[in-house]
């Protein structure tokens, strides 16, 4: 399905982006994968997916918070791979406080990350999507990009933002073979949440799998973790031709979350 296109996938050496980078790849998308980590644990998932799927795969480890390294990323792909026609802006990072404890340096780094990323590296990769008439725009938001929660303020700021970067995208794109969409899931298990199950249980005096049971319970009515698999299937029919005139959408993956 995606054979001979080039996916960029901010943050996909973890979690969700490495599914989405995954199922990209399985549809015959070369993939540059983007993200911090172990450079031999980097290599080892750059190799795994080249040698699953058949596909082009490179790693580029730009730090994306930062306007020109977004921007590099994508030309990283457009001057090696020639191209850069799926964009997944899925980096992200989370902290939680009151506001009136909310460090103004965690605010600033997550607005970078989870939002102005997503500014710099579509202002990059459109042109040529439009001069080819074809591209696919993935924004990783958030449950939290459609309601919010306490303790999270840069968090549901800058996803709500994303929801909106999505959509005015999406109008100013519309009838030029380029789409634009905001992946909005709910709990799902990655290094993220771990860190929140980890605080909740130190607080709350629970195990590890009561704060997993708690933090479910709360929100999420399946009471199940959403998996980064069921994100990359929806990311993958997002670039499929089913999904062309799917254009400005926030879609929830949330076990219910949004619809109480
Ligand atoms: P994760 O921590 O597992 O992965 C984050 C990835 O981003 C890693 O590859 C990391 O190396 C990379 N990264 C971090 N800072 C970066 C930077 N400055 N430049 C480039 N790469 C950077 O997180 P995850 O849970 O997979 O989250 C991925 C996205 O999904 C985030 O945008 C997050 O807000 C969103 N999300 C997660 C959940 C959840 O429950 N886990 C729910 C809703 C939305």
């Known amino acids: 399905m995606l054979k001979g296109r080039v996916a960029v996938v901010t943050g996909s050496t973890s979690g969700i982006g490495l599914a989405i980078a995954r199922a990209l790849?399985?549809?015959?998308?070369?993939?540059?994968?983007?993200?911090?980590?172990?450079?031999a644990a980097i290599e080892s998932i750059r190799r795994d997916i080249a040698d699953a799927f058949g596909v082009r795969v490179e790693w580029d480890g730009?730090?994306?918070?930062?306007?020109e390294e977004a921007a590099g990323l994508i030309r990283t792909a457009q001057d090696g791979f020639g191209s850069c026609d799926i964009l997944v802006n899925n980096a992200g990072i989370q902290?939680?406080?009151?506001?009136?404890?909310?460090?103004a340096e965690r605010w600033d780094a997550i607005i970078a990350l989870n939002l102005s990323q997503a500014f710099h590296t579509v202002r990059a990769a459109i042109p040529t999507m439009y001069k080819n008439g074809w591209g696919r725009i993935v924004n990783v938001a958030s449950i939290h990009g459609r309601v919010a929660s306490i303790n999270k303020a840069a968090y549901v700021s800058a996803k709500h933002g994303l929801v909106g970067l999505t959509k005015v995208v999406a109008l100013e794109a519309a009838g030029r073979g380029v789409t634009c969409n905001a992946i909005c899931p709910g709990w799902?298990?990655?290094?993220?949440?771990?860190?929140?199950?980890?605080?909740?249980?130190a607080e709350k005096k629970l195990t590890a799998d009561e704060a997993m049971v708690?933090?479910?319970?709360?929100k999420q009515p399946s009471k199940q973790f959403v998996t980064p698999e069921q994100i990359g299937g929806l990311a993958a029919f997002l670039c499929s031709p089913a999904a062309d005139q799917i254009t400005g959408q926030e879609l929830g993956i949330d076990g219910g979350w949004s619809a109480q």
């Open 25 to 39: 790849a399985e549809q015959g998308a070369d993939v540059v994968l983007n993200g911090f980590g172990d450079s």
């Open 62 to 67: 730009a730090d994306v918070s930062r306007p």
């Open 95 to 103: 902290h939680t406080a009151p506001i009136e404890e909310f460090p």
């Open 188 to 201: 799902v298990l990655t290094p993220l949440i771990q860190k929140q199950v980890e605080i909740r249980a």
């Open 214 to 218: 708690d933090l479910l319970a709360e």
